[in-house]
């Protein structure tokens, strides 16, 4: 089991920067592969990044690449989402992912989620 918990959201002028991060309890962190999916008001989610277990391996959504950066701290049992150059197509309620297979948090998918934290960017 794990248990995930998303903070860092916020409002955000256009053009700015925000991390988020995504903290996970368990002792097994390492062995998951993990991913942030977003969800905009009145869309399905879709995809945003994902990073292998060891990190060091990441995959990107079109419309996020080069401006967003995934990583790992697992001695903290950490994922972060570096977010640069905020567009207010980013405004969303972002999610954190977990799953024992990198293609499935890829997919977009994962079997623990946490309960997301909202990113507002004003234009």
């Known amino acids: 089991q794990v248990q995930l918990v998303e903070s860092g959201g916020g409002l955000v002028q256009a053009g700015g920067s925000l991390r988020l991060s995504c903290a996970a309890s368990?002792?097994?962190?390492?062995?998951?592969?993990m991913g942030w999916v977003r969800q905009a008001p009145g869309k399905e989610r879709e995809f945003v990044a994902a990073?292998?277990?060891?990190?060091?391996?990441?995959h990107y959504a079109d419309y996020v690449k080069g401006r967003f950066t995934i990583s790992r701290d697992n001695a903290k049992n950490t994922v972060y989402l570096q977010m640069h150059g905020l567009k207010s197509e980013d405004t969303a309620v972002y999610y954190c992912?977990?799953?024992?297979?990198?293609?499935?948090?890829?997919?977009?998918?994962?079997?623990?989620w946490g309960k997301g934290t909202l990113v507002t960017v004003s234009s």
């Open positions: 990073i292998r277990t060891l990190g060091g391996y990441t």
């Open positions: 992912a977990a799953d024992s297979t990198y293609s499935t948090v890829v997919d977009g998918k994962g079997d623990y």
């Open positions: 368990g002792r097994t962190f390492s062995r998951y592969a």
